[in-house]
């Protein structure tokens, strides 16, 4: 299926238009994670927010930040059952977005919303193979540097990513609405848990932002955890490395627990930025955290 180019625009949401309801401050005290110091921190509204992040870079267009929240998803994939939309990634002007099935139980398929520079929107569904996660399936995309390669990932206890060939920038990959296969997998040498955001900062490297409250699985708990690859993806299996970077920003005047979200990292630039949803009632607003290394 194909969105119009108007519904499609719906899915976009530029800093410009977020002025008005996010205010800007330094952050302090400042947090250092493995080598990334922070740099600041924005506040948006949860409305539109909370559930991911990336950065949108359109030829002869200023950068634009894209958020996503339940309030994104356009009505018609609503209709088809696609209830719930994860942590997007963008590169050449592509955004792709990640959908979990919330009306069929258990799921049987994920999807993959791939929208061009033009607007023009293109859904990708991967049915899942039995031994994929089927509850919370779609969490998080990671598109690598080289454009070849989408790694998704779902929630709870995971060992491994996913990897499928990316639409319209691979061979591999279909270029009309279909099915979109599975290529490889990420094999990981520790257990990672609600890893909700990924994004890539090398090519042979991923940071995940996880919403994990709890401290069994590493030192601390919501963590920046990197995952090393032994080298850029080819479509083959891989096995890689994790480490903890230590935890994410937890700053708010409310008590509760915190929820992690969307990582996104603007390579032009070098920031990395997380999204932090503060506990209920201040849970009004997203917290965006920026980091950039040295």
């Known amino acids: 299926m194909r969105l119009s180019t108007s519904a499609a625009k719906a899915l976009v949401l530029s800093t410009a238009a977020l002025l008005g309801c996010a ?11 493995g080598g990334w110091h922070q740099v600041g921190k924005t506040s948006v ?3 539109i927010s909370g559930e991911g992040i990336t950065t949108l870079r359109l030829p002869g267009h ?17 209709d088809e059952g696609w209830g719930h939309v994860g942590d ?3 590169l050449r002007g592509y955004t792709f977005d990640v959908y979990q099935d919330t009306v069929t139980n258990p799921p049987v398929s994920k999807m993959y919303l791939v929208t061009s520079p033009a607007g023009q929107t293109t859904e990708f569904v991967h049915p899942l193979a039995a031994d994929e996660p089927a509850p919370n399936a779609n969490a998080q995309v990671a598109v690598s540097p ?3 390669w989408l790694v ?20 591999r990959a279909p270029r009309v609405a279909g099915d979109l296969p599975l290529a490889a997998r990420i094999h990981l040498d520790h257990t990672i848990r609600a890893a909700q955001g990924c994004d890539f900062v090398s ?15 590493y030192p601390t708990s919501y963590q920046l955890l ?4 032994p080298h850029a993806l080819t479509g083959h299996d891989v096995r890689a490395h994790v480490k903890e970077l230590g935890q994410l920003p937890l700053s708010s005047t409310c008590a509760g627990a915190f929820t992690p979200e969307g990582v996104d990292y603007d390579a032009p630039t070098g920031t990395l930025r997380v999204e932090v949803v503060p506990p209920a009632p201040c849970n009004t607003v997203t917290d965006v955290y920026s980091f950039r290394r040295g």
């Open 23 to 33: 205010s800007v401050a330094t952050a302090s005290p400042a947090a250092s994670l």
């Open 45 to 47: 509204a949860n409305s």
């Open 62 to 78: 200023a950068p634009q930040t894209v958020y996503r929240n339940g309030t994104t998803i356009p009505q018609p994939l609503k």
């Open 88 to 90: 997007p990634d963008s």
């Open 146 to 148: 080289d454009g070849q």
């Open 152 to 171: 998704s990932g779902a929630l709870g206890d995971a060992t491994e990513l996913f990897v499928s060939p990316t639409p319209f920038l691979n061979r």
């Open 203 to 217: 090519t042979t490297r991923l940071l995940c932002a996880t919403s994990d409250s709890n401290n069994d699985l």
């Open 226 to 229: 990197q995952v090393d690859l």
